[in-house]
């Protein structure tokens, strides 16, 4: 193999690689051998195929093949060997001639690439920059709503006779019903339905009703953004031999049961339906621990929100140079089905992405970031169990381990955990050397100041 590396500029070189007939043939042989011995054509019997005739039906395609593969192995051994950092992909000279593989005549191949070079960076302000880290104040307030959450999730439906509430679920026995009364022959029914999907208007009547009374609704409008393909399955109850009969709007119905939540009471019974077993004794207990949920909740989301100010800032002080014909060349070629206005519209946000990459890789060598492979497991495990909150300890650890499996066969998922990890330890580590300043915020200031920075982000992208 020879290799002629020629730098353009300090972002654009070109590659021609020599393909050799000693660097190729070898394996192109032994593919035939391969399929000369699986081969069963008419006339022949298995494996005793004539080679003439396995080279004349296969041997472009091996060779093309095995080209390309030694092609790639070599291209890329070269790159690595030679510590030559490029963007995107080797791109094929647009100068490169059409080769036509010959099978009879075996020769020498050159093959010329385009490369987009990565470029060189010293990275600044890193050191002794200042941050704000906003941090939440949880209020009172937002206690409450969880531990009103929590009464609702544990509480009974219990029935009542007082009169209906927003959040009931009431029982109706419905009739069909004509203009004189309701219908000899008419559709009979009964189903349940919560006060809170109800259209505006039977609702309002409803809310002044009781178990007991009496009303009279379009059954096809009992219930907002409805089709009638529900309506006819889960209200009227139509079974499948009758499926198309024809029912009229008009029912008449009477309110046979009224269900109403009723909150569990703030006691031991909840403490430990919530935390488990005799982990939280006392109310007190209970509001300090949903008080840290809350503060871990949201200090997460403050820290996110804080390096994203790292990021930007780092972008913004490292402005680099990027090969930006190359790169909307290679885009187009990853991306076939994509106009070229489209590639020119979202060009900015992935050049961004593209520096940050680099800037993320340089900072990672210098601080020494490594992800190990229990990392990844650990990182693909504890997704797995997120979505598994709220079933406790009864999940079998045999199923949660085999959904881990899968995933680390992913390439995608493993490649997601590895930036996710490789940024948290990163961003751990710039934490160290920067000045972080505490400054408590309100719920509605913090929410305020995320949705700024994403709209921030969007116009931008």
Not at 33 to 47: D, H, I, L
Not at 208 to 216: A, T
Not at 338 to 358: A, P, Q, R
Request: glycine share 4%; net charge negative.
């Amino acid at each position: 193999m020879k290799v002629q590396f020629d730098k353009i500029d300090n972002l654009n070189a070109t590659l021609e690689l020599e393909l050799e007939r000693t660097d190729y043939e070898p394996s192109y042989r032994e593919e035939l051998k391969k399929y000369k011995s699986q081969a069963a054509m008419k006339g022949f019997r298995k494996g005793k195929t004539p080679m003439s005739f396995i080279e004349k039906m296969y041997g472009k395609s091996i060779l093309a093949d095995k080209i390309n593969r030694t092609l790639q192995e070599k291209l890329y051994s070269y790159l690595k060997d030679e510590e030559i950092d490029i963007l995107g992909d080797p791109l094929p000279n647009e100068n490169q001639e059409q080769i036509d593989f010959d099978v009879k005549q075996l020769g020498n191949y050159t093959f010329k690439f385009d490369l987009g070079l990565s470029p060189e960076l010293e990275i600044q302000g890193v050191e002794n920059a200042e941050y704000t880290k906003h941090l939440i104040v949880v209020a009172d307030s937002m206690i409450d709503e969880e531990v009103k959450a929590y009464q609702k999730r544990f509480g009974n439906s219990v029935d009542t006779e007082a009169i209906i509430e927003e959040n009931d679920l009431i029982k109706i026995e419905a009739e069909e019903k004509g203009s004189g009364g309701v219908l000899a022959n008419g559709w009979a029914t009964d189903f349940t339905v919560s006060v809170s999907s109800l259209t505006d208007e039977i609702k309002e009547t409803v809310l002044k009703c009781k178990k007991g009374d009496s009303l009279e609704f379009d059954i096809f409008n009992l219930e907002k953004d409805k089709t009638e393909e529900h309506v006819r399955k889960y209200l009227l109850q139509l079974p499948e031999e009758e499926s198309d009969r024809e029912v009229g709007n008009d029912f008449t119905g009477k309110i046979a049961e009224v269900k109403r939540l009723e909150p569990a009471e703030i006691n031991q019974e909840l403490f430990d339906k919530v935390y488990g077993k005799d982990v939280i004794k006392s109310n007190d207990e209970m509001r300090d621990k949903i008080k840290q949920n809350i503060e871990g909740f949201y200090a997460k989301q403050s820290t996110s929100l804080m390096y994203r100010d790292v990021m930007q800032n780092l972008i913004a002080k490292n402005d680099m140079e990027l090969p930006e014909a190359f790169l909307k060349r290679w885009l187009k070629a990853t991306n076939e089905n994509v106009e070229d206005e489209k590639i020119e519209e979202e060009y900015t946000s992935f050049e961004d992405n593209l520096k940050w990459t680099l800037i993320k890789s340089k900072l990672s060598k210098k601080f020494g970031v490594e992800v190990q492979p229990e990392e990844l497991r650990a990182h693909l495990t504890e997704k797995v169990m997120q979505y598994f909150q709220g079933y406790g300890s009864g999940i079998d650890q045999s199923y949660i381990s085999e959904m881990v499996n899968r995933m680390a066969e992913d390439k995608t998922q493993v490649q997601n955990a590895y930036n996710e990890i490789e940024a948290d330890k990163l961003f751990g580590e710039i934490e160290k050397i920067i000045t972080v300043k505490e400054n408590n915020v309100s719920m509605d200031e913090f929410k305020s100041m995320v949705e700024e920075a994403n709209n921030q982000y969007n116009q931008k992208n």
